[in-house]
Structures are given as structure tokens and as C-alpha cells.
């Protein structure tokens, strides 16, 4: 023992009996009285919970029952006398330890007391890296430093795990892969405050259930078997701290001075300073003389102050630990597999989030108090570099700013310029509790503390990088309004209640609730018009978002916001909304599209393309609802696209539905300027107090889609076809976002009259009409070109267009037709893949590289991408499965797939160019193929169809038709999936009319990029003969349920069959498979494409 001080242990029989006495004075209850432990055995052994954690939470059940408070009175202790201090010890390290030895971080901690609602140690610490960062790069190079693969561990909790081996296999693949990496805390029951029987939450079960402290270390140690498994190995001695303590680093002189006291355990500790006066300490129980650990929570009120003394109590510990792990072996097998602990009692409510639910009491112990349970334990004195934890924001801000420092090894150090003594931070407890208050107040950077001695605040301030607190500073503000300090602040007391503020750049919080049904699917979130402009409605969305992308890692105030949409009505005041509302959560700068107009297409294009780099664009709300009708009766729609120019990833959208759920309040800054969307140009304000200032810059719609792709193709080749007297060509923009789009295309570019356009002006409510680029709703441009709404010819008086196409309301769609020929979306993607090369984007990049389509589409293009050795891929609906696989070298560091082409039956087409399908890219790609196939102007025109005759006379023709049943009851919709779903292993094998079903099945997608599972995504019916019935629900509906059947057949040789007569008898039977008739009470389509 490192001390003068004799330590009889306590951990005998009679010890662990005295100890139950002495915390039990003065409960009058008797044994019959007692709450039974029974309940809580029995849902613990449910849940599978080890047996050696269900006898140590008995243990401290029974001194709960017993009358145990867990408090420990002043007057039963006496302080620690002198320990010895490291810095003394003289012995010479020995290397040879560290093959014995174990390093252990107690990762288990949420940090709900600040706010966090995931692994504490995730959360960022200083530049850039967060706690375990710094721990993975502190392991590393103490193996470096040593020679030795020291092993590492971590103690997760239930709560923690996934987040943190996430964070491991995507950061530090190969520690995620060493064996046994993970030591997963137990979990004990709450119990009810009054009865102590297990607590019940109705609203999530797992809320019935919470961490038993890390003093569960050594029941996980037994009950995972590791302590065995460690010892079998040749380990003896385990070094343990918390993961929040980045200064407790595995040193190699403390190890050897362990070893060579012989001792069973040892504790760092630390001289007690005023930040650490509310932290447990070490004293010596008077009764027995033996060493103790007194925590916060064992401190009656009336002994605070003495609790606080530290000049009285000296030590306190630092939760770093040394334990022979031989040693706890003897102890856990003398009393039956657990470490008796002193209890200690925290009182909360069930629901963490709901002060008005069930009260219960939680119980836990400290791992720190096995120290009585050890013959021969000891402690020594640490230099406070051993000990840097965040325990509050006081903490974070110390360590975040210039008072500290991080060494080559990793390890948070107090700057030296600071003299030998940290400065005293004290926040406002009830103003910066959490995390994301003390974020909010330096959002503009972390003030310079390296000078000061002690910084006090009272209210709310916000600070930066030019802020400097030199010496004694006390600042208050009594106003609602956070006030910003600036500059150099030397030994001053401030109030600066008064003080101008943000002025128009302030920022309200305005009191909400969740509004039910905000679940965004895979194009985001649509509703009727009349719900956006409800209450709140498009406020909490957009909160939710910005939560979740601040979340994710991304600092709003660096870069640029861009917002624009289709637009439809209430496109305008939805984006003035958005623009206050970005401002008021830390946006400096946006991006509006001229007349608030930006297609997908091109938002994709403005994140990717525009610069200069110091202002690229962080991401996007993108005001649509696609090829929905759109006016105040109608459809409204709200995505978020990311970095990469493509749609939110799952789990960002996963995260906003969340936020969603729970949210209680948004951020508006409603003295903001209404911004003049329909004037390019740039909007400057700035705060009154010169803080800060916003830029909100509107610029031309086209200008960056235009330019790149003007890159992509052909454009003098695709005029000189235009310019053919024997060519002729229409495009229908159906009163849709794209009408800008195709003006600058054709009449600014290539030099078109405007006469080639249709329907280019647009109109909030597409004029009326269903902006939906297929033969029934562009029926207009559909008899143009000579078809009826099925695609067969019609007798016409004129002349019919050469080439005619059309877009869909936020112009992302495109429909492609010949004259008098109908081009199937399926047949336009394999027809483009195969002629790839004759775009400059594929062949100036060595080629076409890989292809991918829907699972809904038809297997034309499969049959190409086979003949030209490309890669590839049949994937969900849904374009970000598109986005991973061009993403897959530079974000994801796998296969480069690109140049890259994919689309979608449902009329979307587009390349790796952007992150979006791109209705007017695919519409200037069939432009540039027929430029590409008509070189010669004196010679006959090769039409649209030639082309498509061609390549089904090469490839064969796969006949395709999709039904879609549009405003279905989205209960029988349900219903009839679910019993497809049902019957898919009875309906395989099964012989239906001349067809047999191999296989039928609900598609599961595994991306190869990212490892991710996308399930249920449609119900398949695949034929022996290669043909295909398949069933989907659509999630672009507004409102009801779109049922969406699909049917395909390969000919090699009926190339020239009507598409109805070829599926004449495959559509009969798909009718039949679903029972469309009985679950949705009709057979009849809405739309046949």
C-alpha cells in the first residue's frame, strides 16, 4: 500500500455484514417488510442477463430494501492522510508487463446530463476528433511507442454499442476487427419509487431498463467470461479508465510500480482543486479505519460543505484503476461470482424525456469502491495530466479551447503558456447544460482562454475566435437575448444586458409539438398543400432536417444553403420560411434559384459544380413534389440533398423522422428581410452588434446545369441535326420547372425558335394538369406526335415531329418519342447505354463503365451491359442506391464505377454528371445519338425508330407495360402486398396459365458499397422463360396509395407485336396473383405506360 496508512480490507463475510449495518442505521423496516428481489430476477433472466450481474444487482437491491440510503454521514469518516506521488517513484520501468497487461475504457455513458442522446465519446473534443478518436490514435501509439500489440478493450453499454463499433469499423477498421474488442455493460431494471418493484414504460419498453453504473465491470468481466478468458491468456493486469479522461494513457511506470508493490489494486488519484469540489473523494471509515470511496450522490445535504472541503478531503479519484486480475478472480469466487458494492441511489422518472412519468429509483456502484474489497490495495497521486474528463460544459470548454493542448501521443495537456494552473470556468449551469447551448454559443469558434484565471457567466452570450478572456472576467446578461463578446476582455466585470444585439438576425425559438405522419420516404416528404401551410407544419420539417444535418457533422455556418423548387403553389413563402429558419440555426449564406426555380437536376449540378470552393454548398431543400398535381388543393413536397449533390442517405432521413417525433421547439428569425427572389442579385445583413452577417445571393436557375451540360455532349453536332430541314422536333415542359431549362438550352444555345418549346412557362399549378410525362397526361404533346395514350399511331392530318420529348414538374422525368413511336423508359436506358461512347463525357473518360436500373425495369439494358463486359447492378427504386455505386470510389473508397448510367421505368434517366435523374440530359443524350447516327445532312433522316428497330433486332425486344392504380385505400394496398408477400414460397414452383413461377419472392437489396439492407421492395413473380410480373407501392403519392404492376416479356424474334396483344395473357394472370379486384375493389388502371 502506497500510503502510511494501514488498510484492513473489508471484503469479508463479516466485513460485507458490517458494511449492510452501517449504512442501514436507523431503518425501522423489518425483513417481512421487505420488497421481494423475485420480479427483477425474473425479467432479468428474460432478457438473458448474465447470473453474476443478477447476484450483484441483488446485492445492492437488498441494501436498497434494507433501509440502505446509500448516504455515508461525515461524522463515520476521516480524511486520507499523505499518499505517495508518482512523480516520486524511482523504480525503472519494465517493458516485459506489458505483455501481461490489458488496457480497458469504460465507454458506457450517454451523457443525457448534457444533453447527448448518443455515445458521449462521439461527442467532438477538439480538432475535429472526438473522445475516440483520440483514444484509437492513443492506442496506436502506445503500440507504436512500445513494440508491443498492448490489447485494448471497451466496455460499451446497451446504449452505446452500435454507435461506437460503427464509428470503429468505418474510421479503424482494423482495431474494429481485433478479437474481442467489446465488453458489453449489463443492464438492471428500474424500480418503481415507492413499491421497488421493476418499472414499466408503455411507450418504449427499453426505457424499463438503465446502466447499474460502471462498478458493473466486474460483473461483465464474469459474466462474459472474459476474466477467465483473459487469465487463460497470461493477462494479470488491467489498467481501466473512463473513455471521457483522455489524459489516462497506459504508463509504463506506473504499471511497473504496481507490479512491483505487489498490490491487488490501485487507484489514481488526484489533489482536489475548486473544479473538482462537487466529485466524490477518498476518506477512511472510522468504524473499521478501512479506505473508502464517497461519491456525490452518498453525501447528505447538511455535509456539503464539509463534502466540498478541500483542504479536508484532499484525494479524489480519477476512475483510473489498476486491478490484478488473478486477484479479482480469488475475490468474485469467495463470494459466490460478484464483487459486493455500496449502493448508490439516483432518483429519476421512467421516461427520461417526461418529468411526468412513472418515478423510480436507479441503482448503481461505483467501480472505484472495490477498493475495500482488496487485500493489500493501494492508491497513489497522479499529475493532473493523468486527468482531463468533460463532465460538463464547463469542462468541454476548457478542454476545446487554447488552455489546452494535444501532445504527439494524443493526450490532452494544459497548455504550458497557462502557468501550471487551469482556468476556473463557470458557466450558468441552467443556461449551458447541454451540450448543443454551449455549441450554440460558439458556434462562431471557441474563445481564447489560455491567459485567463477564471471565467464566470451568468445568462447567455455568444462568442468567437477573436474572443479573448485574460485574467479575473465576469460577465452577466440579464436580457433573453444572447449578446456577443468581443475582442480582448482583461480582468473586467461586464454586464451587458443593454448592449445592441443581433437585430434582424436574431433568432427566436418558438414552442412547438410533433405533428404525426412526417415520415419522409424516398423522395422526401409530400402532403397536400392545405397540410404544409398548416401551423407549424413546414417549420418543424425543416427543423428537423437542419437537426439531423447538424448531427451528422456538418457546421452550417460554413458554406452555402441551397433552396429552390419546382415551383408549385406555396413554392415562394415556403422558401422565405426556410431562408428565416436557416438563419436562425447558423446559415451565413444561400443559394435562391431566379423565381425561387431549381430543378433537382440542376441543384445537384449548382452543389457540385458551383464555386469558388471557400462557398460550395453544404446541401439543399428542394421544394417538390415530382410529377404530383401541385395548386392549394394538390400536392406540396420537401427533400434534403447532401454534399454530394444527391438525396439525404437513409440514415439522415432516419434521423429527421426522429427529430420529428420529439421535437419541442424551432429556430426562426422573424425580423429577417422578405428576400426578392425574382431579381438575381445578393441581399447583405448583417447584425447590429457587427457579429455576424448573412448574404443571401439569388442567381440565374440555369447557370450552373446549363454549363455542365454544355461539358457533357455534343452540342455543335446535336445544332447541326437541329438545323436539318428534314428535322423537326417538339418539347413539352408541361407548365413544369424545365421550361427555363429547355429555353436555355435550345433557343440561347443551339440557337432553336421557340416554337420548339411547349408549354414552357411555368405555372404553380402546371396549368392545370398533371405534370406526369407519360401517354395519358401529355396527351397534348402525345397527339402531336401522332400516338393515342397507349402508344399506337393515330391517323393524322400534318406533319408529325421528327423527335418529340417531355418533362415532368421539377423536370428530373423525361418521355422520349419518335414520330409516331412510343420509346418505353426501359428501351430508352439500354438504347443510350449502348451508344454511350458517342458522348463526349463517356468517351473522352476510356468509356461507358458500369450500368444500373430499378428492380422494376425491364432487363433490356442487362442484355447490353452483357454484350459490352460493363458492370452491373439491379437495385431498389430509388435513386440514392444509384448515387452510392457512383459514389463508390470517393466517398466510399471502393470500385470506381464511373462513368456510370442508370435509370428507372418510371420515366427517370440519368448519368454520374449529378446525383438526380436529369429529364433534360436524357433528352440531349437521344438528341446527341441521333446526331451521332445522321453525320451526313444529305442523306435520309435515321429516325427514333430505326434506332429502337435496330437494337431490338440485335438484342431482342422485352415487351413491358406498367399499370399503375393511383388513389387506392392504403389498407387494402397493404393487405394485397402482404399477402403476396405471404405466399411467395406456395406460389414458387407453382404453374399459372403456359407459364411456370420459378421464383417468387420479396426483393432484398444488399448495396455492395456501403453494406447497407434495403428489404420488402417489391413483390416479384419471376417466370421460367425469363419473363416478369412484379408489385410495388409507390411512395411519391401525396395522398392515398399507388399501386404500381409491371409485366414483362423477352422476344427474340415477335419484335413487331402490339405491347397489349404480347401481354395479353401475363397481364391476366398478374390480375389473378394480386386480387387487385378483391383488396381495392377495381381492375382498371389509372395509367398504362
Not at 504527439?408 to 450558468?428: K, S
Not at 433573453?480 to 438576425?505: C, H, P, W
Not at 419471376?1022 to 404492376?1045: E, W, Y
Request: aromatic share 8%; net charge negative.
Amino acid at each position: 500500500f502506497s500510503t502510511p496508512l494501514p488498510i484492513v480490507p473489508c471484503c469479508s463475510t463479516a466485513g460485507v455484514a458490517q458494511v449492510f449495518r452501517h449504512y442501514s442505521m436507523g431503518n425501522n423496516n423489518s425483513s417481512d417488510n421487505m420488497a421481494s428481489f423475485e420480479p427483477c430476477r425474473t425479467k432479468m433472466e428474460k432478457e438473458g442477463i448474465a447470473p453474476s450481474a443478477i447476484s450483484a444487482f441483488e446485492s445492492t437491491f437488498k441494501s436498497l430494501v434494507s433501509g440502505n440510503t446509500g448516504i455515508i454521514p461525515e461524522s463515520t469518516i476521516s480524511p486520507v492522510p499523505e499518499l505517495v506521488h508518482t512523480d516520486s517513484i524511482s523504480t525503472a520501468p519494465n517493458s516485459a508487463l506489458l505483455a501481461e497487461t490489458v488496457v480497458l475504457k469504460l465507454n458506457g455513458g450517454l451523457g443525457t446530463g448534457m444533453g447527448l442522446d448518443k455515445a458521449k465519446s462521439l461527442l467532438e473534443v477538439k480538432n475535429g476528433d472526438t473522445f475516440l478518436d483520440l483514444t484509437a490514435k492513443q492506442v496506436m501509439c502506445m503500440r507504436e511507442e512500445f513494440g508491443e500489440n498492448v490489447k485494448f478493450m471497451l466496455m460499451n453499454s446497451f446504449s452505446t454499442s452500435d454507435d461506437t463499433l460503427e464509428f470503429f469499423q468505418t474510421k479503424y477498421p482494423s482495431l474494429a476487427a481485433e478479437e474481442g474488442l467489446e465488453m458489453l455493460q449489463n443492464k438492471v431494471p428500474k424500480l418503481d419509487a415507492t413499491t421497488y418493484a421493476p418499472a414499466t414504460c408503455e411507450s418504449d419498453s427499453s426505457n424499463e431498463w438503465c446502466p447499474p453504473g460502471h462498478g458493473d465491470l466486474y460483473a461483465a468481466l464474469i459474466g462474459s467470461g472474459r476474466l477467465d478468458g483473459l487469465l487463460a491468456s497470461g493477462y494479470k493486469y488491467m489498467f481501466v479508465s473512463n473513455s471521457d479522461n483522455l489524459g489516462a494513457t497506459l504508463d509504463l511506470k506506473i504499471l511497473t510500480h504496481f507490479a512491483t508493490v505487489d498490490a491487488s489494486f490501485m487507484m489514481e488519484c488526484c489533489e482536489r482543486t475548486e473544479n473538482d469540489k462537487k466529485g466524490g473523494h477518498l476518506a477512511i471509515r472510522d468504524s473499521d479505519k478501512h479506505l473508502i470511496l464517497r461519491e456525490s450522490a452518498m453525501c447528505a445535504d447538511e455535509d456539503e460543505a464539509a463534502f466540498q472541503d478541500i483542504t479536508k478531503h484532499r484525494f479524489f479519484n480519477t476512475n483510473n484503476l489498476w486491478i490484478r486480475l488473478d486477484k479479482l478472480k480469488e475475490i468474485v469466487d469467495k463470494f459466490g461470482g460478484f464483487i459486493p458494492l455500496p449502493m448508490i441511489l439516483n432518483s429519476k422518472t421512467v421516461d427520461p424525456k417526461d418529468d411526468k412519468s412513472q418515478k423510480v429509483v436507479q441503482l448503481e456502484t461505483a467501480m472505484g469502491a472495490a477498493i475495500e474489497c482488496f487485500d493489500g490495495a493501494s492508491a497513489v497521486i497522479v499529475p493532473r495530466t493523468r486527468f482531463a474528463p468533460v463532465k460538463k460544459c464547463n469542462d468541454l470548454l476548457l478542454l476545446r479551447s487554447d488552455a489546452y493542448v494535444i501532445t504527439e501521443d494524443f493526450r490532452p495537456m494544459l497548455n504550458p503558456a497557462c502557468g501550471g494552473a487551469a482556468p476556473v470556468v463557470a458557466l450558468d449551469s441552467k443556461k449551458y447544460k447541454m451540450v448543443g447551448q454551449l455549441e450554440e454559443a460558439t458556434k462562431d469558434g471557441v474563445p481564447s482562454l489560455v491567459n485567463c484565471k477564471r471565467l464566470t457567466i451568468k445568462g447567455v452570450v455568444r462568442m468567437g475566435r477573436s474572443t479573448r478572456f485574460v485574467g479575473d472576467v465576469s460577465i452577466t446578461n440579464k436580457s433573453d437575448e444572447a449578446k456577443f463578446i468581443s475582442g480582448k476582455i482583461e480582468n473586467a466585470t461586464l454586464d451587458v444586458s443593454e448592449e445592441v444585439g443581433l437585430g434582424a438576425l436574431k433568432p427566436t425559438v418558438v414552442a412547438t409539438a410533433p405533428i404525426a405522419g412526417q415520415k419522409p420516404g424516398t423522395s422526401g416528404l409530400r402532403k397536400k398543400t392545405k397540410e404544409f401551410m398548416s401551423e407549424n407544419y413546414l417549420n418543424n420539417f425543416v427543423q428537423a432536417v437542419l437537426d439531423a444535418v447538424v448531427a451528422g457533422g456538418t457546421n452550417l455556418s460554413e458554406g452555402t444553403l441551397v433552396v429552390g423548387g419546382d415551383g408549385r403553389y406555396y413554392n415562394d413563402k415556403a422558401i422565405q420560411t426556410i431562408i428565416k429558419m436557416g438563419v436562425a440555426n447558423g446559415v451565413k449564406r444561400f443559394w435562391i434559384g431566379e423565381n425561387g426555380l431549381l430543378s433537382p437536376p440542376a441543384v445537384s449540378a449548382m452543389i457540385r459544380e458551383r464555386g469558388p470552393v471557400w462557398q460550395k454548398a453544404f446541401g439543399a431543400f428542394i421544394l417538390t413534389a415530382s410529377h404530383n398535381p401541385g395548386g392549394p388543393e394538390e400536392d406540396f413536397g420537401i427533400k434534403y440533398n447532401t454534399q454530394n449533390g444527391g438525396p439525404a442517405p437513409e440514415y439522415l432521413m432516419e434521423a429527421t423522422y426522429a427529430n420529428t417525433t420529439s421535437i419541442k421547439n424551432y429556430k426562426i428569425c422573424s425580423d429577417f428581410p422578405e428576400i426578392d427572389i425574382a431579381t438575381p442579385g445578393c441581399t447583405s445583413v448583417a447584425a447590429e452588434d457587427g457579429s455576424s452577417s448573412v448574404v443571401v445571393e439569388v442567381i440565374p436557375s440555369t447557370e450552373s446545369h446549363v454549363a455542365l451540360l454544355k461539358s457533357i455532349f455534343d452540342f455543335g453536332a446535336i445544332k447541326s441535326l437541329l438545323d436539318r430541314e428534314d428535322f423537326s422536333m417538339i418539347y413539352d415542359s408541361m407548365h413544369g420547372v424545365n421550361g427555363p431549362f429547355s429555353k436555355a438550352v435550345f433557343v440561347d444555345e443551339l440557337g432553336q425558335p421557340e416554337s420548339v418549346l411547349m408549354n414552357h412557362i411555368p405555372k404553380d399549378d402546371f396549368n392545370g394538369g398533371h405534370a406526369d410525362p407519360n401517354l395519358t397526361y401529355a396527351k397534348e404533346l402525345v397527339a402531336i406526335m401522332g400516338l393515342d395514350k397507349k402508344g399506337n399511331k393515330i391517323d393524322v392530318s400534318g406533319s408529325v415531329p421528327s423527335f418529340g420529348a417531355a418533362a415532368d414538374g421539377d423536370g428530373d422525368r423525361n418521355m422520349i418519342l419518335g414520330s409516331q413511336f412510343f420509346v418505353t423508359p426501359s428501351d430508352s436506358l439500354a438504347v443510350l447505354v449502348a451508344n454511350a461512347n458517342c458522348m463526349p463525357f463517356f468517351s473522352t473518360q476510356g468509356g461507358l463503365k458500369a450500368v444500373a436500373r430499378s428492380m422494376p425495369t425491364s432487363g433490356a439494358v442487362d442484355l447490353v451491359a452483357k454484350d459490352l463486359n460493363l458492370d452491373f447492378f439491379e437495385t431498389p427504386t430509388g435513386w440514392k442506391f444509384f448515387g452510392n455505386l457512383m459514389d463508390s470510389k470517393c466517398i466510399f473508397k471502393g470500385k470506381d464505377y464511373t462513368p456510370f448510367i442508370c435509370g428507372e421505368e418510371s420515366f427517370g434517366t440519368g448519368s454520374d454528371h449529378v446525383r438526380e435523374k436529369d429529364g433534360i440530359w436524357a433528352v440531349l443524350a437521344w438528341l446527341n445519338v441521333l446526331a451521332a447516327q445522321n453525320p451526313d445532312s444529305s442523306k435520309a433522316l435515321v429516325t427514333v425508330e430505326d434506332i429502337v428497330r435496330k437494337h431490338w433486332a440485335t438484342y431482342g425486344r422485352n415487351y413491358y407495360c406498367r399499370w399503375d392504380f393511383e388513389g387506392m385505400d392504403a389498407v387494402g394496398a397493404n393487405a394485397m402486398m402482404d399477402k403476396m408477400r405471404a405466399s411467395t414460397e406456395a406460389n414458387t414452383g407453382r404453374t399459372v396459365g403456359s407459364y411456370t413461377i420459378a421464383t417468387a419472392d420479396d426483393f432484398k437489396y444488399v448495396d455492395p458499397v456501403d453494406g447497407s439492407v434495403a428489404q420488402k421492395q417489391g413483390i416479384r413473380f419471376l417466370m421460367s422463360d425469363g419473363s416478369r410480373i412484379i408489385f410495388r407501392l409507390s411512395g411519391t403519392a401525396g395522398s392515398g396509395a399507388t399501386v404500381r404492376m409491371y409485366i414483362e416479356q423477352y422476344e427474340t424474334e415477335k419484335l413487331g407485336l402490339a405491347v397489349a396483344d404480347a401481354l395479353k395473357e401475363l397481364t391476366t394472370i398478374a390480375l389473378s396473383l394480386c386480387d387487385i379486384k378483391t383488396f381495392c375493389g377495381t381492375e382498371t388502371p389509372t395509367v398504362i405506360t
